[in-house]
T-cell receptor, first 112, second 113 residues
Framework: AQSVTQPDIHITVSEGASLELRCNYSYGATPYLFWYVQSPGQGLQLLLKYFSGDTLVQGIKGFEAEFKRSQSSFNLRKPSVHWSDAAEYFCAVGGNTDKLIFGTGTRLQVFP | KAGVTQTPRYLIKTRGQQVTLSCSPISGHRSVSWYQQTPGQGLQFLFEYFSETQRNKGNFPGRFSGRQFSNSRSEMNVSTLELGDSALYLC????????????FGPGTRLLVL
């Protein structure tokens, strides 16, 4: 069955520090992988997605993610975090015509 | 282009009542998906509609239903509301389906008393 695990419920970093949010998935075929961000009181916004090809994917707001098939992971990274990055981040997995399954989210707090 | 809009934004109902939520997708998008977001369960897929047909369904009871109109607008209905139905209901649209980038609306926050 499809599943997504985000092992970190809450992460706190200092502004300017690097960030890595973990995502592990379980999927029977080649997955489509997504990272979404949700600011308080708002809907979700797509940061980046992986369908095929280059395993290092660049997204908006300076985020990137790397697909590692051998580890079933799709971790999100950012070299230098800004205070405006404080939000909740969701990893999701799906496939062709499959429903999208979301992880439980990681709440990011940024200290000045 | 205008984004995904959802109405109403906030709703308070009592147990046993029913509720209808509305979603207007981005112009040209034919796929509309609905999600329930709660602090305990996170984001859970309710169903997806494409060209007025339900194409995918999550694991929710039959009290949750939906439909899509010829202009791609979608409605979601919950009958016999329970306290546990209190949640943020998110609608997302895409051109052809959930495998593409989905654009989310701001959600409807439902409180069941």
């Amino acid at each position: 069955a499809q599943s997504v695990t985000q092992p970190d419920i809450h992460i706190t970093v200092s502004e300017g520090a690097s960030l890595e949010l973990r995502c592990n998935y379980s999927y029977g075929a080649t997955p489509y992988l997504f990272w979404y961000v949700q600011s308080p009181g708002q809907g979700l916004q797509l940061l980046l997605k992986y369908f095929s090809g280059d395993t290092l994917v660049q997204g908006i707001k300076g985020f990137e993610a790397e697909f590692k098939r051998s580890q079933s992971s799709f971790n999100l990274r950012k070299p230098s975090v800004h205070w405006s990055d404080a939000a909740e981040y969701f990893c999701a997995v799906g496939g062709n015509t499959d429903k999208l399954i979301f992880g439980t989210g990681t709440r990011l707090q940024v200290f000045p | 282009k205008a984004g995904v809009t959802q109405t109403p934004r906030y709703l308070i109902k009592t147990r046993g009542q029913q509720v209808t939520l509305s979603c207007s997708p981005i112009s040209g998008h034919r796929s509309v998906s609905w999600y329930q977001q709660t602090p305990g369960q996170g984001l859970q897929f309710l169903f997806e509609y494409f060209s007025e047909t339900q194409r995918n369904k999550g694991n929710f009871p039959g009290r949750f239903s939906g439909r899509q109109f010829s202009n791609s607008r979608s409605e979601m209905n919950v009958s016999t509301l329970e306290l546990g139905d209190s949640a943020l209901y998110l609608c997302a649209s895409s051109l052809y389906g959930t495998q593409e980038t989905q654009y989310f609306g701001p959600g409807t926050r439902l409180l069941v008393l």
